[in-house]
């Protein structure tokens, strides 16, 4: 017989050989990547392509479903209330968890207590890109313009209160220039309003990278702190004498619910490594005007960390607030 010592012992111990024989099994079904963006734009285009590998690697589906919205709360909110088995991940730029917690008083998820990081999956570097119809072929060309005619230009971003407003703004600030911000829902509705000239200029992430090179966009300037390899040419801001924009620069990264397996984690960046830093991978991130990256989970908790405490008073200073 068993005596009561022994069956409490079993009782206390059988979750913890449930999740362990969980996490030996995964994936055992399919898995979902809750992307925090619009389709079309970098973080969506790059989630999709290291998806698809991730299924071919693990053999099982990786599906991919956008929840835009309020600066990726939605997503990220619902990626933090869902089982933390590993079958739900969050593809997310780093500014729905480090500049939200200052551009909202409450938020539906805690940006640290509430994810598991895996891995960062790609960096940007902000474009500064012009419609043609500026006229401007300069970084001191388009300051001068934006001086000449205080509030007269319009800039489009993915959001109120994403990185880029905040990099806009930053950027405003110390050219001394005021302009008017145009929010978007996504990357992709912004660049498409921006070739159509209903707005002048922005500063984006990676999508006009097609358009610059065909010549129906202009590119001034990168934020840095390097030049993009994709445009080696196109020099940074600190090169061109402006300083202190590169702050701003971000990142993009998957992360689980808090509370999923250690060996899940770890599985999933194990098999997301060689992905990130195939040629293949790095080819592709590049054409769309980011930077390859990857990370550890440590490594990208830290980033994330460092981040909050770096953000804070970038985004005091500039005055955003989405309520």
């Known amino acids: 017989m068993i005596n009561r010592r022994s069956l409490l012992g079993l009782l206390a111990a059988s979750p913890f050989v449930s999740v362990r024989a969980g996490a030996q099994d995964y994936p055992a079904k399919p898995i979902q990547i809750i992307v925090s963006v619009s389709a079309g734009g970098s973080i969506d285009t790059i989630a999709r392509a290291y998806g698809e590998a991730l299924s071919e690697k693990l053999g099982q589906p990786v599906v991919v479903e956008n ?27 780093g500014s729905t968890l480090n500049l939200n917690p200052f551009l909202y ?3 539906p998820f805690d940006p640290v207590k509430s994810f598991a990081p895996i891995a960062l999956t790609a960096r940007t570097n902000f474009i500064l890109v012009v419609h043609p119809k500026l006229k401007v072929d300069t970084l001191d060309a388009f300051i ?5 005619k205080p509030k007269a230009l319009n800039y489009g ?11 806009s703004e930053l950027f405003n600030s110390v050219v001394g220039i005021e302009t008017n911000h145009v929010p978007y829902k996504g990357l992709a509705p912004a660049v498409n309003d921006l070739l159509a000239g209903q707005i002048d200029y922005m500063f984006d992430s990676a999508t006009t990278m097609s358009h610059i090179q065909a010549g ?20 940074t ?3 061109l004498g402006v300083h202190g924009v590169e702050v701003a620069s971000g990142w993009h990264g998957l992360f689980a ?17 060689p992905i990130l830093t195939s040629a293949a ?28 405490v770096r953000l804070q008073p970038i985004v005091k200073a500039t005055g955003a607030s989405l309520g």
């Open 257 to 273: 619910p808090a509370g999923t397996p250690a060996e899940i984690v770890n599985k999933l960046n194990a098999t997301l490594q």
């Open 105 to 107: 008083h409450e938020l």
């Open 144 to 148: 001068a313009l934006a001086k000449a």
């Open 67 to 93: 929840k835009p919205g309020a600066n990726g709360n939605i997503a990220a909110a619902s990626v933090a209330r869902a089982k933390p088995d590993g079958y739900t991940l969050l593809a997310t730029g």
């Open 216 to 235: 129906r966009l202009k590119a001034l300037a990168v934020i840095g702190p390097n030049r993009l390899p994709a445009l080696p040419e196109i020099k």
């Open 157 to 167: 971003s993915a959001g109120a209160g994403s990185l880029i407003q905040i990099a």
């Open 281 to 308: 991978m790095k080819e592709r991130v590049i054409a769309l005007g980011a930077e390859p990256a990857s990370s550890t989970p440590d490594e990208l908790a830290k980033r994330l960390a460092d981040d909050l």
């Open 237 to 239: 801001l600190a090169e």
